[in-house]
T-cell receptor, first 108, second 113 residues
Framework: GQSLEQPSEVTAVEGAIVQINCTYQ??????LSWYQQHDGGAPTFLSY????GLEETGRFSSFLSRSDSYGYLLLQELQMKDSASYFC?????????FGAGTTVTVRA | EPEVTQTPSHQVTQMGQEVILRCVPI?????FYWYRQILGQKVEFLVS????????KSEIFDDQFSVERPDGSNFTLKIRSTKLEDSAMYFC???????????FGPGTRLTVT
């Protein structure tokens, strides 16, 4: 089976940096994806790591260490609109397995 | 920008009834998926579909569920004899290839009473 662990909640102020860690145990691992979800809306793709290292996409970066079964999403220069749930998801053949999600609350 | 669309946005049905949830994937995508999210919980994989066949299904996807691509654009999820515990948000997703990003639709909120 698969299991993914990520913190349930994070609170930070505008302009701050937040790191959301994700550890996983799974078979058939192709990579780690990150999705953002606002209030039960559609999960929106943010980032994907297939290889070890850092991927940067604007204010968001994602990191993967396959040997440690660990990744993180880094949110920089936090804005109020970044308040949302963030899910790590393991990419397998034909499906994604999601973590329980981290609720990020950005305060003014 | 192309997007996945789903109808209806909200469906209310009585226990025991059948419902069909509809999705239009992104036009050049070949892989289609259904996920569900019970309120406050994580997104759960139900089924993936490629070349008019189920590629993989979860243990949630039992005989109560079926999927179909009735024409060149629609992808449907049928739930027979709905139960209270089927109440959830159902998301359709599509991708160009099995290992490419999956793009999600806005979801259908199913309420079984």
């Amino acid at each position: 089976g698969q299991s993914l662990e990520q913190p349930s909640e994070v609170t930070a102020v505008e302009g701050a940096i937040v790191q959301i860690n994700c550890t996983y145990q799974t078979s058939g691992f192709y990579g780690l994806s990150w999705y953002q979800q606002h209030d039960g809306g559609a999960p929106t793709f943010l980032s994907y790591n297939a290889l070890d290292g850092l991927e940067e996409t604007g204010r968001f970066s994602s990191f993967l260490s396959r040997s440690d079964s660990y990744g993180y999403l880094l949110l920089q220069e936090l804005q109020m609109k970044d308040s949302a749930s963030y899910f790590c998801a393991v990419r397998h053949d034909y499906k994604l397995s999601f973590g329980a999600g981290t609720t990020v609350t950005v305060r003014a | 920008e192309p997007e996945v669309t789903q109808t209806p946005s909200h469906q209310v049905t009585q226990m025991g009834q059948e419902v069909i949830l509809r999705c239009v994937p992104i036009s050049n995508h070949l892989y289609f998926y259904w996920y569900r999210q019970i309120l406050g919980q994580k997104v759960e994989f139900l089924v993936s579909f490629y070349n008019n066949e189920i590629s993989e299904k979860s243990e949630i996807f039992d005989d109560q569920f079926s999927v179909e691509r009735p024409d060149g654009s629609n992808f449907t999820l049928k739930i027979r004899s709905t139960k209270l515990e089927d109440s959830a948000m159902y998301f359709c997703a599509s991708s160009e290839d099995a290992l490419y990003e999956q793009y999600f639709g806005p979801g259908t909120r199913l309420t079984v009473t």
